[in-house]
């Protein structure tokens, strides 16, 4: 049996990006209409710490019939790595044949989850923003957010490109950076000043207390909240954004429930029924569950799934046998 392996490096030349924004709105459709299979994930603590930032593992599975396809996303969780320099997060992919069991590949998380991120963000903008968007704002300055501006600019024609960080550094690299991309980005000193009157607002933050309230949004406005990692006690909207939603998206109902602390806090709070909760694939296949008016307002709150891995996964696998590129490793005669 020999396995595809792909290293991170590999995977950042092998998106094909219309493909992958086909790719994973095509794996959300088949999630709501019932014809995939996503596992809630359960985190497993690595010791008897049970703090709010202690590290774990979320094994994260689904399965894809229409691929043929299942898939195992292993994320190690470790917010405490940023004091000494080190990635918060590190996974691999394992993607399966469903008829036999074979192990087809295996991809090195980093980029693969920084991409699929930003494009899944970037499909579900295109269903729920306006569609004549021209200010982007971004909270937070990391490569999640640089992926984003780079994805989103794909589908959208920003007039301005703006961006906050806690870290004045990293939010003038990033704002280079965006502007060596052609980009037109600039660098604001506050969240409200970013904010202002923007169309879309990313916050791409690992915050575990509110950036965003609902006082800083404005009609028509949506509001894409990716930072936070799969915990529930890391937020980066303060529940009154979601009362002021018109429509809250995301990628499936119980798995947004059980790790999005933007979710739980806002249900907590009674700002949010959990029955007013709408799936991405639902908004890709009936508009009107999302955006309806040019005045709404648009949430999409992602804390990610092992469907979008596997989906993406495929894809760069596929791509990978096509060009040539990869290892394959035998580890079963």
């Known amino acids: 049996m020999a396995t595809l392996t792909l290293t991170s490096a590999e995977v950042e030349g092998l998106v094909d990006w219309d493909e992958l924004f086909e790719a994973l709105t095509r794996a959300h459709c088949e999630l709501s209409a019932g014809e995939a299979v996503q596992l809630a994930p359960h985190a497993l603590y690595l010791s008897n710490?049970?703090?709010?930032?202690?590290?774990?593992?979320?094994?994260?599975?689904?399965?894809?019939?229409?691929?043929?396809?299942?898939?195992?996303?292993?994320?190690?969780?470790?917010?405490r790595n940023r004091a000494e320099g080190l990635p918060a997060q590190r996974s691999s992919i394992s993607v399966f044949d469903a008829g036999t069991g074979e192990c087809v590949g295996v991809v090195d998380g980093r980029s693969l989850t920084r991409m699929r991120t930003a494009a899944v963000t970037a499909v579900a903008t295109r269903s729920l923003a306006r569609a004549d968007s021209r200010v982007l704002c971004l909270l937070?300055?990391?490569?999640?957010?640089?992926?984003?501006?780079?994805?989103?600019?794909r589908l959208f024609e920003f007039d301005e490109v703006r961006l906050w960080s806690r870290s004045p550094e990293?939010?003038?690299?990033?704002?280079?950076?965006?502007?060596?991309?052609?980009?037109?980005?600039?660098?604001?000193?506050?969240?409200?000043?970013?904010?202002?009157?923007?169309?879309?607002?990313?916050?791409?933050?690992?915050?575990?207390?509110?950036?965003?309230?609902g006082a800083q949004i404005v009609e028509g406005v949506h509001v894409n909240a990716v930072?936070?990692?799969?915990?529930?006690?890391?937020?980066?909207?303060h529940p009154d954004v979601f009362q002021r939603a018109t429509a809250v998206v995301v990628d499936e109902r119980s798995v947004a429930l059980a790790d999005s602390g933007n979710i739980r806090n806002a249900c907590d709070a009674n700002a949010l029924a959990p029955s007013a909760l709408v799936e991405l694939g639902k908004v890709f296949s009936a508009p009107a569950t999302g955006r309806v008016n040019a005045s709404d307002i648009t949430v999409y709150n992602s804390v990610?799934?092992?469907l979008q891995d596997l989906a993406a996964a495929d894809h760069v696998l596929g791509r990978a046998r096509t060009l040539g590129t990869g290892t394959m490793v035998c580890i079963r005669e």
């Not at 590290?55 to 994260?60: D, K, L």
């Not at 937070?140 to 600019?153: Q, Y």
């Not at 000193?189 to 575990?208: F, K, N, Q, R």
């Open 170 to 213: 990293r939010s003038r690299d990033g704002v280079r950076k965006l502007r060596e991309a052609g980009l037109p980005a600039t660098s604001k000193v506050s969240v409200a000043e970013a904010v202002e009157g923007a169309d879309i607002v990313c916050t791409l933050t690992p915050s575990s207390e509110p950036i965003l309230f």
């Open 227 to 237: 930072g936070s990692p799969p915990r529930s006690a890391f937020s980066e909207l």
């Open 140 to 153: 937070g300055a990391g490569a999640l957010a640089i992926e984003h501006a780079a994805v989103l600019s």
């Open 304 to 306: 990610g799934i092992g």
């Open 49 to 79: 710490d049970r703090a709010d930032d202690a590290p774990t593992v979320v094994p994260m599975a689904a399965f894809a019939p229409s691929l043929g396809l299942f898939g195992l996303k292993v994320l190690a969780d470790s917010p």
